[in-house]
């Protein structure tokens, strides 16, 4: 067994903000912000591989967006997503923001794709950079928490009408957000209301990590308006929060990244 423990060596992008710390142990890498609070994992021989339970709840966008053509994420961490993504869409355009420098630094060590055509790490603050995106995002995955948990920013009524106005019609925002934080409750009337209604959720897949899926529809759409795949599944999900039992959500998770991992990429 292997043991490591190491603090970035670039400087944080706010003073407030310890370095991160990364620790090899067994063959995973893992990315804190404080000891012991696990961010992002990775196995060295399954650099792609998702770990953590929550980071498979978000890969159920695919389940609205089976087929996305540019998937924005806020938050790097230890690439987790990004890798996953890049290696299973192999026809998807993917951009990732993240805040901190220091972050970026660590690509390297948890084996982020570098930089190309339809990959690139952005090195901006997110709440500023939904201002000023184009409405061509298909995905939009909100991951973007410091030591102190989601930043107020990422959880405001202006930042998720920002997130609804980059997405295509028919696009979806996946967002992570702890359950305990006392903010949940205003955070989920803020999506609700700036996304219409259109917000559901899995029951018990992720522990205390409540993954939100958002679908951008037209307000005010009439009835009897045929529903596209993300609002016909949105309906299907809120009826019981998924299937019902928090046994059968996370059978349905597992199968979801178990099919994307194996299925065959045809051109869109």
Known sequence: MTFAYTS???????????PPLVSTSGGVRTLAFLPGEVQSEMRLSR???????????????????????????????GGSLAKFCHRHFPHARITVVELRADVIALREQFCVPPDDARFTVVH??????????PDS?????????????????????KFYADCRRALRHGGVLAANIFSYDPRYPAMLGRLQLMFGGQVCWLDQVAGNNRILFAVKAPLGAAPATPPGRAVAVRRLLARRRGLGLGV????LVRALVGYLARRRQEPY
């Open 8 to 18: 970035a060596m670039a400087p944080s992008s706010d003073l407030a903000d310890p």
């Open 137 to 157: 995002v298909d995905v939009l995955v909100v991951d973007g928490f410091d030591h102190a948990g989601l930043p107020p920013a990422l959880g405001s009524s």
């Open 47 to 77: 650099p792609a591989e998702l770990m953590l339970a929550y980071s498979r709840a978000m890969m159920c966008f695919a389940l609205f967006v089976p087929r996305p053509r540019h998937i924005l994420m806020v938050g790097l961490g």
């Open 248 to 251: 059968l959500n996370r059978l």
């Open 124 to 133: 901006a603050d997110a709440a500023a950079y939904l201002a000023g995106a």
